[in-house]
């Protein structure tokens, strides 16, 4: 992987920009477009509108064939099946996305945030754990060394002082260590009720699992260590959004037709994804519900111990749906992965501006003109009426 100077990314985006020149079309194009939309996913609430445009027949209403999507049981697979050709569209944690294009040098790009927040820490019940000061010494699991948790976890660590480390859980810990490995999701609240490890960052709805299911309990949202932050984002292969311009709008409008939906109906999300509903996780109504409607103050907040929610004034939701993704949030990822502690080679990572990164991975046109058709950004948050396409990212540990 070479240093892109600014004239060869001129020069790229001069390119890219030429071949991605769009038709003018409404909302449903009439227009015929591709094969059959196949969609994969991992049982996990960040594919939620994957899910949902699928259940309330969007993908159809855009005249779209689909598939049922195809679940699968972890990140690799995923991310390998997609690359297989498998899924036109999925689900992936962004920073992997990051790692391919720029590591592996995979065409792939992403065209919309999947969810915001969506993620917490949990630990036993019984630890005493509750703040990262209290992690020295400890063994905490992390969904995949690319992933928004692991980034967040590492943050909260360097502020207190204490240093990560990848090591086998048998060796010895320092006080000021706390040893990280990756564990599957669904094995992360079987593995706290047995003591295996102390605590784990993951996404819902096994924080859920954790507090109803295994005595664990929330040390902290990852939504309240970082304000609405990105998690997943949906992808696709650059050359099919280039050879199917029409074809990618349409899952674009569905995609964030579900979105604008879910925020409206988040019972309703719950009952359509769970056993009990759709199917489309193994996981029961109640837990979901938690994850859809359970942010208060009385449970999370002060004084409760762990205090899982700090910041009363950011008015976050336990996990929100918002389609665009803000620059600013991929400049910082870049960013904060050249500090995060990762198994493999990841030397690659010290070469990337994150300038660059924000600009080529990223085509926002499909989501900007569905955003616009479905009424604006405004219907998912507050914005700068000025400045509608832009935020500065905040952050308190």
Not at 138 to 166: C, D, E, F
Not at 198 to 209: I, K, R, S, T
Not at 315 to 340: C, E, L, V, W
Request: hydrophobic content about 40%; some cysteine; aromatic content about 10%.
């Amino acid at each position: 992987m070479v240093h892109f100077t600014r004239r060869q990314f001129l020069q790229a985006a001069a390119g890219t920009a030429g071949s991605l020149v769009l038709p003018s079309f409404p909302q449903k194009a009439i227009a015929n477009t591709r094969k059959k939309l196949s969609l994969g996913y991992l049982p996990i609430t960040d594919a939620t509108p994957l899910l949902i445009a699928h259940a309330n027949g969007y993908f159809k209403d855009e005249g779209l064939d689909v598939a049922p999507p195809i679940r699968m049981r972890s990140w690799s697979t995923l991310a390998e099946s997609f690359l297989a050709g498998k899924f036109d569209v999925t689900h992936l944690l962004l920073p992997i996305p990051i790692w391919m294009r720029f590591k592996n040098q995979t065409p792939i790009k992403i065209l919309a945030w999947d969810h915001t927040n969506g993620s917490a820490i949990t630990v036993r019940n019984d630890s005493g754990i509750n703040g990262f000061e209290d992690l020295g010494g400890k063994q905490i699991a992390v969904p995949y060394w690319y992933s928004m948790h692991n980034i967040i976890l590492q943050m909260g660590l360097r502020k207190v002082g204490l240093t990560p480390v990848i090591q086998a859980q048998s060796k010895t810990l320092s006080k000021n260590e706390v040893n990280l490995f990756i564990l599957s999701p669904p094995e992360m609240p079987a593995s706290l009720a047995g003591r295996k490890i102390d605590g784990y960052v993951v996404a819902e709805p096994f924080n859920a699992l954790g507090e109803l299911k295994t005595g664990g309990r929330i040390m902290r949202f990852t939504g309240d260590i970082w304000k609405n932050h990105p998690c997943c984002v949906v992808v696709m292969m650059e050359a099919l959004l280039k050879q199917d311009p029409i074809f990618t709008q349409k899952v674009m409008n569905a995609i964030v037709r579900a979105q604008l939906w879910i925020k409206q109906n988040p019972a309703k999300t719950a009952f359509i994804l769970s056993k009990e509903g759709g199917n489309y996780l193994p996981v029961d109504e109640q837990t979901l519900l938690r994850v859809f409607t359970k942010y208060d103050l009385a449970t999370y907040g002060t004084p409760i111990k762990p205090t899982a929610i700090r910041h009363i004034d950011w008015h976050n939701n336990r996990i929100n749906f918002q389609p665009y993704p803000y620059p600013s949030a991929t400049r910082f990822i870049a960013k904060a992965m050249q500090k995060t502690v990762m198994e493999g080679n990841n030397s690659f990572l010290e070469r990337l501006d994150p300038d660059f990164v924000s600009r080529d991975i990223v085509e926002e046109s499909f989501v900007r003109r569905a955003i616009d058709n479905i009424g604006g950004l405004s219907l998912f948050d507050e914005v700068n009426l000025e400045l509608p396409w832009d935020r500065q990212e905040v952050i308190d540990l």
